[in-house]
């Protein structure tokens, strides 16, 4: 008895706040919001751990937070995974249920760890679109790049669904929606459905066909920067890519030309 109540306690790292809503978009993905705690700082593009109280033991993935670092809620967007550790129950939450979240946000993909630059490329693939959610909400990135590029692949159509929403909403929203009007890009490409623009974002970036769709110029360290959020395939190719053209890899005590992360959840 004393190890079943153990595991309801909430751990001293971690809130628990109230889900308020949550949206299912296919078999594969869900988006939920809960509550912030008043006290819970994070910079835009940060990732914190998640939660949930009552399993066998307390268990905790970090996940991108899809919201900008003013707003009053926190938003995510998560995978969902049959026999995943987390996602398996997560995706079952409901409005009114308890999540935990961490109190310690961290991560890479933050303006802060990029040098000023002209143009900001926001390369996504799946549910590595969640940190790009929260940036394109922030008027500093566009204060800090003059055009912003967030380009999302994946399999299907039906996964484009969440990044057309976010990108709606940061164009009609009071704080930055002037802005990203003038200045935000959406670019989309499917891998294994007919769409306008075909292939990986590697592929579409060596061939030239993602600046021609942008009728733009090719990647310069001059003037680019470049954050990038998928699947580790992904991050390493990219990365690969970028270095191979002369961007250099930053940190928020080094800021660089590119920087690189995702969510860890369960794969
Ligand atoms: P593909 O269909 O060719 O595998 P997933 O849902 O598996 O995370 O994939 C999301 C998108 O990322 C898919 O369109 C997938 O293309 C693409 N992708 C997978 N691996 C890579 C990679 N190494 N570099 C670039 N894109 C990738």
Same mark, same amino acid.
């Given at each position: 008895?004393?190890?079943?109540?153990?595991?309801?306690?909430?751990?001293?790292?971690?809130?628990?706040?109230?889900?308020?809503?949550?949206?299912?978009?296919?078999?594969?993905?869900?988006?939920?919001?809960?509550?912030?705690?008043?006290?819970?700082?994070?910079?835009?593009?940060?990732?914190?751990?998640?939660?949930?109280?009552?399993?066998?033991?307390?268990?905790?993935?970090?996940?991108?937070?899809?919201?900008?670092?003013?707003?009053?809620?926190?938003?995510?967007?998560?995978?969902?995974?049959?026999?995943?550790?987390?996602?398996?129950?997560?995706?079952?939450?409901? $409005? %009114? #249920?308890? *999540?935990? &979240?961490?109190?310690?946000?961290?991560?890479?993909?933050? !303006?802060? @760890? =990029?040098?000023?630059? +002209?143009?900001?490329?926001?390369?996504?693939?799946?549910?590595?679109?969640?940190?790009?959610?929260?940036?394109?909400?922030?008027?500093?990135?566009?204060?800090?790049?003059?055009?912003?590029?967030?380009?999302?692949?994946?399999?299907?159509?039906?996964?484009?669904?969440?990044?057309?929403?976010?990108?709606?909403?940061?164009?009609?929203?009071?704080?930055?929606?002037?802005?990203?009007?003038?200045?935000?890009?959406?670019?989309?490409?499917?891998?294994?459905?007919?769409?306008?623009?075909?292939?990986?974002?590697?592929?579409?970036?060596?061939?030239?066909?993602?600046?021609?769709?942008?009728?733009?110029?090719?990647?310069?360290? $001059? %003037? #680019?920067? *470049?954050? &990038?959020?998928?699947?580790?395939?992904?991050?390493?190719? !990219?990365? @690969? =890519?970028?270095?191979? +053209?002369?961007?250099?890899?930053?940190?928020?005590?080094?800021?660089?030309?590119?920087?690189?992360?995702?969510?860890?959840?369960?794969?």
């Amino acid at each position: 008895m004393a190890d079943q109540a153990s595991i309801n306690v909430i751990p001293n790292n971690a809130f628990a706040v109230t889900v308020r809503n949550v949206r299912h978009y296919t078999d594969r993905l869900f988006a939920f919001t809960c509550e912030r705690p008043p006290s819970f700082r994070f910079r835009s593009g940060e990732f914190v751990m998640i939660g949930l109280l009552g399993g066998e033991r307390p268990l905790m993935r970090a996940y991108s937070i899809a919201s900008p670092a003013w707003d009053e809620e926190l938003a995510f967007y998560s995978i969902k995974v049959a026999d995943g550790p987390l996602t398996s129950r997560l995706q079952h939450i409901q $409005a %009114g #249920d308890q *999540i935990l &979240i961490g109190r310690k946000p961290t991560g890479t993909l933050v !303006l802060d @760890a =990029l040098k000023p630059g +002209r143009r900001l490329f926001l390369l996504s693939t799946g549910t590595g679109i969640a940190p790009f959610a929260s940036l394109i909400r922030d008027p500093d990135t566009y204060e800090r790049f003059s055009e912003v590029v967030l380009t999302h692949t994946c399999r299907t159509a039906a996964e484009l669904a969440y990044g057309e929403e976010i990108i709606a909403a940061a164009k009609s929203d009071p704080l930055v929606g002037e802005a990203a009007s003038a200045q935000l890009r959406h670019i989309t490409s499917l891998t294994r459905e007919p769409h306008r623009l075909e292939g990986r974002i590697t592929d579409l970036i060596e061939s030239g066909a993602l600046f021609d769709a942008l009728n733009g110029e090719r990647l310069d360290p $001059a %003037g #680019d920067r *470049i954050m &990038i959020c998928g699947s580790s395939a992904m991050l390493a190719d !990219l990365k @690969a =890519l970028a270095l191979a +053209r002369h961007f250099a890899e930053g940190a928020v005590s080094d800021p660089g030309d590119f920087v690189i992360e995702r969510a860890f959840v369960d794969k």
